[in-house]
């Protein structure tokens, strides 16, 4: 891509049990004008990533789904990543997720940080009452919230990051 180029494509592919075999996804990531870079390693040697493509890893469940547990320890099993949502209140809407035994529905709300949930007020704002999983890249604070955290960096490729960091798009 050039310097004037805004979208990289991506291609997946995966094995996809309802198709019988390997399935190949293709979708434009839209590169923004995030401070830090996509995938990029920063200064202090750890992986800077943006909410534009944990987005698009959640959407897409572009992560090893087996054996996910919260950062409390629970049992936790992905049904539906819910509806992507572009406006205002919880990043997917109508998400289905297992906890522990227990089904929950409701909404998901993605974060770089832990820490960023109280940072943008989200809990003084009605539009996240129903939010039944926080999906974060670095578990960075204890928080306390009525429902389960997700980290989920230690559960996405590494060659995914990698191979979408800002310098390897250019």
């Keep these: 891509l050039s310097s004037s180029d805004s979208a990289a494509l991506l291609t997946i592919a995966a094995e996809n049990p309802l198709l019988g075999g390997k399935a190949v996804y293709e979708a ?3 590169l923004g004008y995030e401070p830090e870079p996509v995938g990029n390693v920063n200064r202090e040697g750890s ?3 943006n909410e534009k493509l944990l987005h698009f890893i959640w959407q897409y469940q572009l992560f ?3 054996e996910l547990k919260t950062v409390r320890g629970e049992r936790l099993s992905i049904l539906k990543p ?3 949502n572009q406006n205002q209140g919880p990043d997917f809407l109508n998400a289905k997720i297992n906890v522990e035994g227990t089904c929950w529905i409701g909404s998901v ?3 770089i940080k832990s820490i960023d ?3 943008h007020q989200h809990n003084k ?3 996240y009452t129903n939010v039944i999983l926080h999906v974060v890249w670095e578990n960075n604070d204890a928080i306390h919230l009525p429902f389960p955290t997700l980290e989920i960096s230690n559960y996405v490729p590494k060659i995914l990051i990698e191979k979408y960091g800002s310098n ?3």
């Design 109 to 111: 709300e993605i974060h």
């Design 168 to 170: 390897n798009i250019t």
């Design 82 to 84: 819910g509806l992507h």
């Design 64 to 66: 090893n789904k087996l």
């Design 125 to 127: 704002d009605p539009n």
């Design 28 to 30: 434009r990531v839209i």
């Design 117 to 119: 949930w109280q940072l």
């Design 47 to 49: 992986v800077a990533i």
